[in-house]
């Protein structure tokens, strides 16, 4: 039995300019991870990471104080199948659909420039739509957007690519994103497609979703796990290390 360790990447930079870069929580959150891992799994045989700068930030962090069995750092393989959705390019196609018709979404998109909180309920409106679209939306059709098969296709590709190419026994990060890791998750459980949001908007920063598997079969061990953080956190000197955004 190998495992697969599913990361969300540590806290980036909401609200910035750059919101792709870790701020500088979430450099400590993956750091810290990476010490948790260290002491609870033991050697990490590989790191893998999506493209996107907060996910290969994120690895590096892990990567300072996991080793491999034999004490050497682990190399980071970079699988661009695991970044995150496009909301940004939803939010650019889909919010002037869904504000046309629904006022309450329009004042909430205002709010979102600045607030967290209303980020994500426009956020939940847009996923939920962006699943529900035919295949011969203009959207999907002009490719602007990737559709939602497609998006889930690529995701748990990626995730059953790696675990086969993993030895027995071996112990595998894989660093990614909230809605990857959810539809991923989504997928191994069998729940239908409605099922992905609720697991996306859960997700902590950092928290880690462990997938056992042997041979072509991959099953949740356990989801979203962040109770490390916590506690790690309040040991240095106090440290508030659980974030959503």
């Known amino acids: 039995m190998s495992t697969l360790f599913l990361i969300r990447h540590a806290q980036a930079s909401f609200g910035t300019d750059d919101y ?40 590096e962090g892990i990567a300072k104080t996991v080793r491999t069995k034999d004490g050497k750092v682990p190399e980071i393989k970079i699988d661009s199948r695991l970044n995150e959705v496009d909301a940004e390019g939803q939010f650019k196609h889909l919010v002037p659909i869904l504000t046309a018709t629904d006022a309450e979404i329009a004042a909430l998109h205002e709010e979102s420039k600045k607030s967290s909180r209303s980020y994500q ?93 042997t041979g072509e079969r991959i099953s949740l061990s356990s989801f979203n796990d962040h109770s490390y953080l916590h506690s790690l956190g309040k040991m240095r000197n106090g440290e508030n290390l659980v974030t959503f955004r």
């Not at 990471?49 to 930030?57: H, K, L």
């Not at 894989?174 to 989504?186: F, L, N, P, R």
């Not at 069998?190 to 056992?212: H, Q």
Request: glycine residues 10%.
């Open 20 to 59: 792709d870069r870790l701020s500088l929580t979430g450099h400590k959150q993956a750091y810290v991870t990476g010490e948790y891992l260290h002491a609870s799994a033991g050697a990490i045989d590989a790191i893998y990471a999506g493209s996107m700068r907060r996910q290969i930030e994120t690895a």
């Open 121 to 213: 309920k426009v956020l939940a409106r847009v996923f939920t739509h962006w699943q529900d679209l035919p295949a011969d939306d203009s959207s999907l059709e002009s490719g602007h957007l990737e559709s939602w098969p497609a998006f889930a296709g690529r995701v748990y590709g990626a995730v059953k690519d790696i675990a086969r190419s993993a030895g027995s026994g071996a112990n595998t990060v894989v660093v990614s994103s909230g809605g990857s890791i959810a539809t991923v998750t989504q997928h191994v459980i069998g729940l239908p497609k409605a099922g992905a949001y609720p697991l996306f908007e859960a997700l902590i920063n950092c928290s880690i979703t462990r997938l056992l598997h």
